[in-house]
């Protein structure tokens, strides 16, 4: 039996792009700051931000 993979490359929407800049924009600005988020409160911060766009 053969098995095959494919995977369908998508280019990420003008809006997708901005929020990528955006978040690590936000990210630098922590890092020159000092501040650290765990990996868990970051988690949760982009679960409530992608509810809040649905």
Known sequence: MAM???????EPTENAKLE???LIGE???????GRTSTIDEV???????????A
């Open 4 to 10: 095959s993979n494919i995977q369908q490359v998508t």
């Open 20 to 22: 990528f800049y955006r």
């Open 27 to 33: 990210g630098y600005k922590a890092m020159q700051d």
């Open 43 to 53: 988690r949760e911060k982009l679960k409530e931000r992608r509810a809040e766009r």
